[in-house]
């Protein structure tokens, strides 16, 4: 079974216990919302990507972690979404959570998410537990304080921030979890994988600050020109689309620089560059051409 | 050490994260808000209580699970207090964590509060690994769905619920795991607690209830009246004053009879006995007497 497959599985499994008879039907419905169908699943996909360059991690462990950070994400974004903060009305081209089911099961919808990210774990865990203290460790410091995506959102209620915590907080954090916990899924040596899970999240950000300066909502599938508008740092506001695109290309090439040796770590090379491909938004690509 | 010191150095622990260097400030504070002064900490108290009937945990384990619990009561009270729900301007005598820290802050303490719990639960259990696995199922089970407190919340926001359903999951599910995880806690059988505290979960919700009909703010710390107000369930608009105080009586009875053989239930009997007292409005005693 592919990445995409096995990531849409797990997360199916983590989400489906909302399913289960007893349960609230319209909380397992904005769950649902909230998680299918996906964005790109950048992050499940780094994780895995990470295992695999391990040598692999016993069946369902990395799954279970690339899932638990994927509903961290999720629930992040049915929260940043809620009125009190970006008051977004879409998210992935359809109604936000909160505008499809309403405040209160937005913010119950995202609390439910982070506890199902730990349920993940937990679950997928029961194939080698002796890696459960130290994914949890990765997945609780990715989403808490102190430098976890809550902690990183917070910036935004703070009267001073220093642009670069915020976004190592709000987005590096998540995407140095993905990369450490594939790694620890495996029993390989974790935190080494810091760095270069730190760097794909730089890049994914600025490649973002690209999207939401250049697409139209349509193309996007939520609102355009949110940094803006919300008075919010951002890489081409900062640097200019042509030096934003050289930023993006700089990064990659340090997040390409900064793998740890690994048995598969020419295939996760070769990946990276097709990710940052990707990333690239292609009128950005024109426009620094 | 008595068990309420045991409880608040935890949980100070657990806070204390957001005191490290490079955590936004507001969102440590907004957290300690939410935390520090405690209510009567009645669902750790109890988890204490059955370690202690079971014979004693390893060191901090117990503790751990406690302020777990603690702390995910903490953040569904910031949760339920936001305008999108109760829009309560007091808690505990003071302002909700909204009105003090406002509404984003508000909704990122209570996630990182989430977070914390299980951050207290990681370290707890570095002194009995083996325990882990079944203290984060009892501690995700109650918080998150398919019957934990995110999801009795939601049953507000169904066109139709069952009451005992309703008030099992939003009240009921924090107890029964402080019971079970004070068990599973010292590797006891933990199932077998689940019915006493459930039993005490039903005879809190009748006090409250009580303190919620008879009571006045200064007194409550709280809005009161907030079921009438809200249109929800509630033991003294069902049965009265003196059936509501019958009702708990009888559960508190229930309770006592539904604890598992263990070393110290003597001592724990007592300990139940004494907390219904407590537990019981003096204007309600008197009512019904």
């Not at 937005?106 to 997928?124: E, N, P, Y």
């Not at 009267?159 to 995407?175: I, P």
């Not at 490649?207 to 939401?212: C, I, K, N, T």
């Not at 934003?244 to 390409?256: E, N």
Request: aromatic letters at 4%.
């Amino acid at each position: 079974m592919d990445a995409a497959s096995r990531i849409e599985r797990s997360l199916s499994v983590a989400v489906g216990l909302s399913q289960t008879r007893g349960c609230p039907p319209r909380l397992a419905q904005a769950m649902h919302h909230a998680v299918f169908p996906g964005g790109a699943r950048v992050r499940p996909r780094l994780c895995l990507a990470v295992a695999a360059a391990n040598g692999g991690a016993p069946a369902g462990v990395a799954e279970a972690a690339a899932a638990a950070i994927e509903l961290l994400h999720c629930a992040s974004l049915v929260h940043d979404d809620l009125p009190c903060f970006d008051d977004a009305a879409t998210r992935r081209g359809r109604p936000s959570v909160h505008r499809a089911f309403g405040e209160p099961l937005a913010v119950l919808a995202g609390d439910a998410l982070i506890v199902a990210a730990f349920q993940a774990l937990l679950q997928g865990a029961a194939a080698a537990p002796a890696q459960l203290p130290l994914l949890m460790e990765v997945v609780c410091g990715a989403a808490g304080v102190p430098f976890g995506i809550a902690a990183g959102q917070a910036w935004e209620c703070e009267e001073e921030a220093d642009l670069s915590v915020y976004e190592q907080q709000k987005t590096g954090s998540l995407f140095a979890a993905a990369a450490v916990a594939g790694a620890a899924a495996c029993g390989a040596p974790a935190e080494a994988w810091r760095p270069f899970g730190a760097a794909l999240g730089e890049a994914y950000q600025v490649a973002d600050d690209l999207r939401d300066a250049l697409s139209d909502a349509a193309e996007l599938g939520k609102p355009v020109g949110q940094d803006a508008a919300h008075g919010r740092p951002n890489a081409v506001r900062s640097f200019g689309v042509a030096g934003a695109v050289a930023r993006l290309r700089d990064i990659a090439g340090q997040a390409i620089e900064a793998i740890p040796p690994c048995p598969e770590a020419a295939s996760l090379r070769a990946l990276v560059g097709l990710e940052v491909k990707r990333l690239m938004p292609q009128r950005a690509a024109a426009v620094a051409a």
